[in-house]
């Protein structure tokens, strides 16, 4: 069955401290990876999504960066965290034709001190 | 900006009511998704419906879409207290990836 692991559930980092956050896909070959970003009560803003290995598209300029080293890995990356990049980071991948459903890991939670 | 506006914000029912949830987006879709997240948790997939279809169901869950209107609505029937958590609604009018709107609260009262 396909499944996703994101890690760690919860982080605490001080402004400037660098980033790395992990997602990795089972059970499937060449999903479409997602990073969501949500504020405290708010929806979903699209950070980054990937169709291949090394591909990656930024949707909004920001503190953070992404990379696909493997099929199935994606990474959340920053180099020196800012207040702002405080929230609660998803990982989705998504199989089949574009606008297919998502499938959402459980979410790390991220506290910018 | 986002694609997907939902509303209510939130909604407060007793178990055994009906929750109706409605979402609004602004450009033309293939689809539209509606998601479930419980608290601290990640989004679960609930339904989707092709922008040829008006209505679905799942269990105790119908969805309509009015593409005229460029509208969706969730109702959730007989309402439990389990059903607590924050409902999405998606859309792929950007391509290939969804953007989602900021959500419905539904808060169900013992």
């Known amino acids: 069955s396909q499944t996703i692991h994101q890690w760690p559930a919860t982080l605490v980092q001080p402004v400037g401290s660098p980033l790395s956050l992990e997602c990795t896909v089972e059970g499937t070959s060449n999903p479409n990876l997602y990073w969501y970003r949500q504020a405290a009560g708010r929806g979903l803003q699209l950070l980054f999504y990937s169709v291949g290995i090394g591909q990656i598209s930024s949707e909004v300029p920001q503190n953070l960066s992404a990379s696909r080293p493997q099929d199935r890995q994606f990474i959340l990356s920053s180099k020196k965290l800012l207040l702002s990049d405080s929230g609660f980071y998803l990982c989705a991948f998504q199989t089949g034709a574009g606008g297919s459903p998502l499938h959402f890991g459980n979410g790390t939670r991220l506290t910018v001190t | 900006s986002q694609q997907g506006e939902e509303d209510p914000q939130a909604l407060s029912i007793q178990e055994g009511e009906n929750a109706t949830m409605n979402c609004s987006y602004k450009t033309s879709i293939n689809n539209l998704q509606w998601y479930r997240q419980n608290s601290g948790r990640g989004l679960v997939h609930l339904i989707l419906i092709r922008s040829n279809e008006r209505e679905k169901h799942s269990g105790r869950l119908r969805v309509t879409l009015d593409t005229s209107k460029k509208s969706s609505s969730l109702l959730i029937t007989a309402s439990r207290a389990a059903d607590t958590a924050s409902y999405f609604c998606?859309?792929?009018?950007?391509?290939?990836?969804?953007?989602f709107g900021t959500g419905t609260r539904l808060a169900v009262r013992p």
């Open positions: 998606a859309t792929d009018g950007s391509g290939d990836k969804l953007t």
